[in-house]
């Protein structure tokens, strides 16, 4: 099969359509690495540029708040809202300058959480008005707490607005387990961990009428990564929702569903494979990444202990200076990376490495 070819900036409509088509014919997903600011955002960009594959670079709200600034106060969502337009922005821009497609989205949106998203539609639609196209590709839904017919009629009505301006919604069909963002599922009921093809099937059916679309549906995976055995992963539930809406429907594809596999770090690579075989096409890391990011710093500030106690004064003499080792240059470039290396692994596990070409005419 030919490699498919990017220009690079943002990905999105019938393109990302494309994308998430290939990345299933060729049996690879993109990973969807989180990010908070402008290093780990430098991190996903020079990962991309190095794997020659796109990247999806992903904003959580307390994420997008933190690009804006955490000490910004967050009434109605604002700082999240502002977070995520002046993210969206910076990485569309330097985009360009890696020369590296994009896909940019927004991670779990609870139902009290929607002001934010919200926010967001907003501000795409003007987006749209502006330049023809959105300024995001996709944003999540994750109402996956709320009975299934209304998570499904409200990202219906999502949806709608959503592809009005060529955007995805990704929507979560059933729990995924462990902590993140401040949202704690470590208690959640086991057999909510893993979806039913049943409910997939009416996710389906509702939702094609109406635009573009992925989803997140629970086989027991988990945010955060904890000690082994704790994370049964049963991906069989991917292909079983693929079979009851390929056999209920008759798709022109026996894949028809583009799925997203929630919580990735830490998994076995025979089960992320098997997952990517099913139909997997985005792969969400973060707390791996966020480990890789924070292990060099701490590496540094362990060896250079004698030269950060003050700025005057080490080992090598008590007048001596320590600017270059305090400047925090210094050891943001090393979790930079950290976490570039981590992504490329990434990206070799999910059968992506240099599955593209890039074109920049
Ligand atoms: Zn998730």
């Known amino acids: 099969m030919?490699?498919?070819?990017l220009r690079p900036g943002l990905i999105w409509?019938?393109?990302?359509?494309?994308?998430?088509?290939?990345?299933?014919?060729?049996?690879?997903?993109?990973?969807?690495?989180n990010v908070i600011g402008s290093s780990s955002i430098n991190a996903a960009l020079i990962a991309a540029k190095e794997a020659q594959a796109p990247i999806?670079?992903?904003?959580?709200?307390?994420?997008?708040?933190?690009?804006?600034?955490?000490?910004?106060?967050?009434?109605?969502?604002?700082?999240?809202?502002?977070?995520?337009?002046?993210?969206?922005?910076?990485?569309?821009h330097l985009a360009q300058e890696y020369g590296v497609p994009v896909i940019?989205?927004?991670?779990h949106c609870a139902k009290k959480l929607l002001p934010w998203v919200d926010g967001l539609i907003k501000a795409g639609e003007d987006h749209y008005k502006a330049y023809g196209k959105p300024l995001y590709?996709?944003?999540?839904?994750?109402?996956?707490?709320?009975?299934?017919?209304e998570n499904i009629t409200v990202c219906q009505r999502y949806l709608e607005r959503l592809h009005a301006i060529d955007m995805f919604l990704e929507?979560?069909?059933?729990?995924?387990?462990?902590?993140?963002?401040?949202?704690?599922?470590?208690?959640?009921?086991?057999?909510?961990?893993?979806?039913?093809?049943?409910?997939?099937?009416?996710?389906?059916?509702?939702?094609?009428?109406v635009g573009r679309f992925t989803v997140a549906a629970a086989f027991g995976n988990t945010h955060g990564v904890y000690k082994p055995g704790n994370v049964k992963l049963r991906p069989i539930i991917l292909k079983n929702s693929q079979n009851e809406v390929y056999t209920n429907i008759h798709t022109d594809n026996?894949?028809?569903?583009?799925?997203?596999?929630?919580?990735?770090?830490?998994?076995?690579?025979e089960k992320i494979s098997e997952a990517v075989s099913y139909g997997v096409v985005k792969f969400n890391i973060d707390t791996d990444t966020q480990w890789a990011f924070t292990r060099p710093v701490r590496?540094?500030?362990?060896?250079?202990?004698?030269?950060?106690?003050?700025?005057?004064?080490?080992?090598?003499?008590?007048?001596?200076?320590?600017?270059?080792?305090?400047?925090?240059?210094?050891?943001?470039?090393?979790?930079?990376?950290?976490?570039?290396?981590?992504?490329?692994?990434?990206?070799?596990?999910?059968?992506?490495?240099?599955?593209?070409?890039?074109?920049?005419?």
């Open 254 to 269: 026996p894949r028809p569903i583009h799925f997203v596999f929630h919580g990735g770090s830490g998994s076995e690579k």
């Open 137 to 149: 590709s996709s944003h999540m839904l994750d109402l996956s707490e709320e009975p299934l017919e």
């Open 13 to 33: 409509g019938s393109q990302l359509e494309d994308v998430f088509s290939y990345c299933k014919e060729c049996l690879c997903a993109l990973p969807a690495v």
């Open 171 to 209: 929507m979560e069909l059933g729990v995924t387990g462990g902590e993140e963002d401040g949202v704690d599922n470590t208690e959640v009921d086991s057999t909510r961990l893993y979806t039913q093809p049943k409910e997939v099937l009416q996710a389906y059916t509702a939702l094609k009428e």
């Open 2 to 5: 030919d490699k498919l070819s």
């Open 299 to 361: 590496e540094y500030m362990d060896a250079k202990h004698d030269f950060l106690m003050s700025q005057v004064g080490n080992p090598e003499g008590s007048d001596k200076p320590n600017k270059k080792y305090i400047d925090p240059r210094a050891w943001l470039v090393l979790a930079e990376k950290g976490m570039k290396n981590r992504l490329i692994e990434a990206y070799k596990d999910l059968n992506a490495y240099q599955k593209f070409i890039f074109r920049y005419e």
């Open 104 to 107: 940019l989205h927004t991670d």
């Open 56 to 92: 999806i670079i992903q904003f959580s709200n307390g994420g997008a708040h933190f690009n804006a600034g955490k000490l910004l106060p967050n009434e109605g969502q604002r700082a999240a809202i502002a977070g995520s337009i002046a993210g969206a922005y910076h990485i569309a």
